[in-house]
């Protein structure tokens, strides 16, 4: 199975299942004598976790990471840095009525056009259940930042659903407890600003810095949006209203591009908004398909989010966290 590592100079390779007994990644080509700060990592991980009860999932991890190599006391050894977690609270049973079926929206079918083959129980590869690994991997990426330069990395929730999040907070939890009640699911929007980063990050052509922000995005589960700078809303305006103007220090007056110009960093703040669909496991009665080509209605007895949006947020940092400590080694040759 290709396709399970991002980066070229820092790059993270993921591993694991849903219900597999462990998931987990390797972190290779982090710069040797990094601090790293075992209790920042857990922090970024707890950021992940579930924490509320109305509207995320039940299943509850403990989410201990346990390094393997790559590091001694708390340095970086300049090697691969493995890690792995264990998973102790799937409910391989919660799935027996599914099997050999394919859910509507979800991975199953592709998985198995793809493989002939998918994972007994829970979502496999496709479940939201690895990206602990991505989350561990980017607190390693941040933790390079942090210590070599001055870039900073901010996610916030922007909306749920159509409701703007800080200011519409009471309609957003009467949302969630009518979903509740029915069984269905909320998507939304996360802005992302990465600040202090220099000029000259990104490659031409196809690794433009742009180009690989939005492949990490779209490869977070339930992300089916990423716009740059003024996006959707710039593509709709003049050119005499979205260019971006010097000032003589090689700023510029504005930032319609979001900080990248011709896939590489201007200097100026980077900025990028995703969008999130609705989980498609409802806590509804589905019609769900068999191999066969026979419809079946099935309730759903996993345990699934309402809305991934908060969980969500530190998944974004860190996805943008390992492009940006990417294109810096990429950039300086490993000597930041």
Partial sequence: MAGNTIGKAFKLTTFGESHSDFVGGVIDGCPACLTIDMDFINSE????????????????????????????????????????????????????????????????????????????????????????????????????????????????????????????????????DRLKIEGDSIGGTITCEINNIPAGLGEPVFDKLSADLAKAMISIPSVKAFEIGDGFKGCMEYGSEQIDNWN????????????????????????????????STLYREVSCIDKDGEIHKIENKGRYDICVLPRAVVIVESMAALIIADHLLRTYNNKI
């Fill in 248 to 279: 003589e220090d090689f700023s510029t007056k504005t930032n319609h591009s979001g900080g990248i110009q011709g896939g590489i960093s201007n200097g100026m703040k980077v900025f990028f908004r995703v969008g999130l669909k609705p989980v």
């Fill in 45 to 176: 991980i707890q950021r992940r976790k579930p924490t509320q009860k109305d509207i995320s999932t039940p299943r509850k991890e403990e989410d201990n990471v346990v390094f393997v190599s790559g590091i001694e006391n708390n340095i970086s050894l300049g090697t691969p840095i493995a890690f792995f977690v264990k998973n102790e609270n799937y409910k391989q049973e919660e799935y027996n009525e599914l099997k050999d079926k394919f859910r509507p929206s979800h991975a199953d079918f592709t998985y198995f056009s793809k493989f002939g083959i998918n994972s007994s129980s829970g979502g496999g590869r496709a479940s939201a259940r690895e990206t602990v690994s991505r989350v561990i991997g980017g607190s390693v990426a941040k933790l390079l930042l942090m210590q070599k330069t001055n870039i900073s990395i901010d996610a916030k929730i922007e909306k749920i659903g159509k409701w703007d999040y800080l200011t519409q907070k009471d309609e957003i939890d009467k949302e969630f």
